[in-house]
């Protein structure tokens, strides 16, 4: 099947108009009190998409985080008579503190031990719940009055309104922010943190916004929720609810509101029509008729019927007939046809329904014709040193990858690094930059103290590198790998995110024409909108050179830059160093092309096992027998 | 021999490679140029089932291998060693190499084939034979390359997938990865050689192809392509050499 294109059906708002007559058609009470539910439980997979579909992590606490909204409305009324208007802002703000408090492992772990930590938090919250009843009335639970709307007592009909309006509200920021800086700056994180880091996006600042968001948004669903049923305890918020929450995002799709509102729909509907037995028979029915149609379609065009071809309607076949015929309840296997669910989803749509059903509207819609030139910011000093290494030596256990390192770096100068495979040259790159500390030993730059700042610190001081093995954001196009370095350009808070105001707005297209002038001048103009996990390997190179220029630095570490080029493309290469040069932007270059050495390099300095062995212009190096024994083998 | 017929094969549905046909005959070395982006890695990548080729078929001494899994075809004697290394960092060199012989332990032959093999690799790269209970993170560079091509050839490969052997490394050991991939011609390996210094790869490949935008433009012997100033300034670069190795 053709997938629709997800911008001709506008997917969250045509589905959400969908929803919006529900109470009208004739519907019974018990369907709109489901309905109700799916928006709730669609508020809290916003927040959840925006952990594990965007940063990339896992999290087992939001049922907590669900009941700690929850609670927080519970605990207003019971202790302090107070209603849902103070427990709507109330629920936000506490949860996203547990949200913080989240964050915090979240920045040393990551995986399963990730998984572990929050589901350790959902259950101390659940027990803490339990037990201190001085405060939650343990297990007993609370019992709540809807709030009056307009002077009566809303019905699920009414209420039922006042969710779908909060949840429009919520679709409508989180689709500002995952589409602004911050979204960018989540999936960053979740690609190359390391890289992130070194562009100025601090993983660490984002991790937390990121948390604290997804918490925000549980904490607004649990008061909702528990004003929904009237009633809440403690053993709803377990960790089984949390499972069906990551379940639901999987199921409806990474990355798209669409998603959460198909995987709440499903979370939330299946186990009511699990309970209608005649149905779930014509389904099982239609799933094995459709399995031998799929068969059937598929061994007319294939060349040669092979198991692949055959395994998954065949097993469908076996599967769902018998089912069909012999089932007589079916609710007792309510998690096994999740559990099932969930690994064909898995295996055969790894974007979900929502991604199987529309395609993305890819990001060519955002970008705006610039002109191509890229008018690299022009840094206008006199002469002088930029960056002075005094005595720098790092070690790790017992070896001493530098040893007593010393270099200066003048202004608008390329310097050169070479030396034998392992001689420490990306080592110092990476204690210039911020990634090790060094152990011993000082860096200057623009006189300033570089060294024991943090990664993000140093880049926003005007220090951009690029890595030997690239770290691009694999799952972000080209064009958005160069956005997230702009990151610094971009004026205003989350609050101008979500409002949208007009400083934010500005901004914003400047960094769009900016980057396009970026991917302009490394020309690859024509690979915007390509995957950066679709670029071959020299062209990823140059667009991590784009991308470090979008920090605008003084200084560009580039760490084999030419790994992987051509001679043609090493030639256009050359040229584009020099004009970053002409720019005054100061290169230290690391790289194995000794011809591209030669020819950029004003002076080079010569490593091997951690200690600096010579540095001189690059003709007087090929005459140096030390460098020539060590690194050239031969005098070229 | 590799026989390559039609050839297509892409990522996420976006095609890359649109019809290659070309023969590497049995014992001879092939280079395979082109700008980045031509398709070069991905060519190497359809053949060894590292992707799922979308048209044409690939042979393999005769036998249909399109589509096959990438551990069937190693299996069936098609060794492909990809860019960037890829040893396993934790394991000791030996246990590398052992690695690499791993489909022959469970297969007909014997053990002691393999220990013969083993001291056949020291023997062909002796930097290794001095590591050989080091870890492998702790090699260089350049012994992590010979230490790939090294595991590669523990497969005993009827033929030989080479992909950009010399990144990253520097200029001396660029050289000896070079005198490495002679020796093995000499010994009447089939290889496949996609690499980035294309003047020394021409110096020692029998023939040539030229690929852009996944597309063979031209193929003939290595020394005809090296000697036409036209190809040169095309795809090869305008002074003519690498300057090294």
């Known amino acids: 099947m053709r997938p629709l294109p997800e911008k001709l059906v506008a997917p969250p708002v045509l589905a959400l108009a969908l929803l919006l007559p529900l109470p009208f058609v004739g519907i019974s009470n018990y369907y709109v009190h489901l309905g109700l539910i799916v928006a709730i439980y669609m508020i809290l997979l916003l927040g959840l998409d925006i952990v594990v579909g965007y940063t990339g992590e896992t999290s087992l606490a939001h049922a907590a985080l669900f009941g700690i909204g929850a609670y927080t409305a519970g605990v207003l009324a019971f202790k302090l008579n107070l209603g849902f208007w103070v427990a709507l802002p109330a629920s936000l703000a506490v949860s996203a503190l547990f949200g913080l408090l989240l964050a915090i492992p979240a920045l040393r772990v990551r995986g399963p031990y990730l998984a572990m930590v929050t589901a350790a938090f959902g259950a101390i919250v659940q027990i803490l719940i339990n037990e201190m009843t001085f405060l939650t009335n343990g297990p007993m639970g609370i019992r709540l009055n809807r709030p009056a709307l307009l002077g009566v007592l809303p019905r699920d009909r009414e209420y039922y309104y006042l969710v779908l309006a909060l949840l429009l509200l919520a679709v409508a920021t989180v689709n500002r922010i995952v589409s602004s800086s911050f979204g ?48 809440i305890s403690p053993n ?164 001493v990858a530098l040893s007593g390192v010393s270099l200066t770096v003048k202004r608008g100068e ?223 | 021999m590799i026989e390559v017929s039609e050839l297509c094969a892409g990522y996420d549905k976006v095609p890359i490679l649109h019809g290659l046909s070309f023969t590497v005959p049995k014992g001879s070395l092939v280079a395979l140029i082109g700008a980045n982006g031509a398709g070069k890695s991905t060519t190497l990548r359809a053949i060894s089932g590292m992707i799922r080729p979308t048209g044409g078929t690939v042979r393999l001494d005769g036998d249909d291998i399109t589509g096959w899994s990438s551990h069937r075809v190693a299996r069936a004697g098609l060794a492909h060693i990809p860019e960037g290394r890829r ?18 332990l469970t297969g007909a032959r014997a053990r002691g084939d393999v220990a013969a093999d083993l001291d056949r690799m020291f023997a062909l790269f002796p930097r290794l034979a001095q590591r050989r209970n080091q870890p492998s993170a702790t090699l260089s560079g350049g012994e992590q390359q010979m230490l790939a091509i090294a595991r590669a050839l523990m497969l005993s490969p009827s033929v030989l997938l080479l992909d950009e052997p010399s990144l990253g490394l520097a200029p001396k050991l660029v050289a000896e990865v070079f005198e490495v991939i002679a020796q093995l011609k000499a010994q009447a390996i089939t290889m496949l050689l996609v690499e980035q210094f294309a003047f020394a790869a021409l110096a020692i490949a029998d023939q040539a192809l030229i690929l852009e935008n996944g597309r063979i433009v031209l193929a003939g012997s290595a020394q005809a392509v090296r000697d036409d100033p036209a190809i040169r300034s095309a795809y090869l670069g305008v002074e003519g050499t690498d300057a090294h190795p």
Not at chain 1, 567 to 576: F, G, H, R, S, T
Request: glycine share 8%; aromatic share 6%; hydrophobic share 50%.
């Open chain 2, 87 to 104: 040893v396993f960092p934790q394991l000791s060199v030996k246990d590398n190499l052992a690695v690499g012989a791993f489909s022959r």
């Open chain 1, 236 to 399: 709803t918020y377990s960790i089984e609810l949390s499972i069906l929450f990551l379940l639901a995002v999987t199921l409806g799709g990474p990355r798209s509101r669409l998603g959460a509102l198909l995987g709440a729909a499903v979370v939330v509907l299946l186990p009511n029509l699990l309970a209608d037995i005649e149905l779930v028979r014509w389904i099982a029915a239609a799933i094995g008729a459709v399995a031998i149609l799929i068969m059937a379609a598929r061994v007319r065009r294939a060349k040669a019927v092979t198991s692949g071809t055959l395994d998954m309607p065949v097993a469908l076949c076996l599967a769902a007939w018998p089912a069909a015929r012999s089932l007589t309840s079916v609710v007792d296997f309510k998690l096994t046809i999740f559990g099932l669910m969930i690994l064909f989803v898995v295996y055969q749509m790894p974007e979900g329904l929502s991604g199987r059903l529309f395609r993305r509207s890819g990001p060519a819609a955002m970008r705006r014709a610039a002109p191509a030139e890229a008018g690299l910011h022009v840094v206008t000093e006199a002469d002088g040193d930029l960056l002075v290494v005094e005595g720098l030596t790092r070690q790790f256990g017992g070896l």
């Open chain 1, 414 to 636: 390329i310097h050169g690094l070479i030396g034998p495979n392992g001689s420490g040259k990306s080592t110092l790159i990476n204690v210039l930059s911020g990634i090790y500390p060094p152990s011993l030993g000082s860096i200057r730059f623009l006189g300033q103290r570089l060294d024991g700042l943090p990664p993000a610190a140093i880049a926003r001081r005007g220090v951009a590198r690029t890595f030997q093995n690239l770290q691009l954001f694999g799952e972000m196009t080209a064009f958005e790998n160069i956005l997230v370095a702009l990151n610094h350009s971009l004026r205003g808070t989350l609050f101008d995110v979500i409002l949208g105001t007009p400083r934010r707005r500005r901004s914003e297209e400047a960094a769009r024409d900016r980057a396009t002038a970026l991917l302009g001048f490394v020309g690859l103009a024509d690979l915007a909108d390509e995957k950066a996990r679709n670029l071959s390997y020299g062209k990823g190179r140059l667009l991590e050179i784009a991308r470090a220029l979008a920090l605008e630095p003084r200084l560009l570490l580039l760490d084999e830059p030419a790994a992987g080029l051509t001679k043609p493309e090493i030639e256009a290469l050359i040229a584009n160093l020099r004009r970053i040069r002409d720019q005054g932007v100061a290169i230290v270059l690391i790289e194995h092309h000794i011809d591209l050495v030669m020819a950029l390099c004003d002076v080079v300095t010569v490593l091997d096992f951690g200690k600096v062995i010579a540095e001189a212009e690059p003709q007087a190096l090929c005459r140096d027998q030390k460098v020539i024994d060590a690194y050239l083998g031969v005098q070229p």
């Open chain 1, 184 to 231: 960018r700056a989540f999936q960053a994180l979740r690609d190359a943190p390391i890289a992130a880091d070194c562009l100025g996006v601090s993983v660490w600042r984002y991790k937390v916004y990121a948390f604290i968001l997804s918490a925000a948004l549980a904490g607004l669903a649990g008061t909702l929720f528990a004003y929904s049923e009237r009633y």
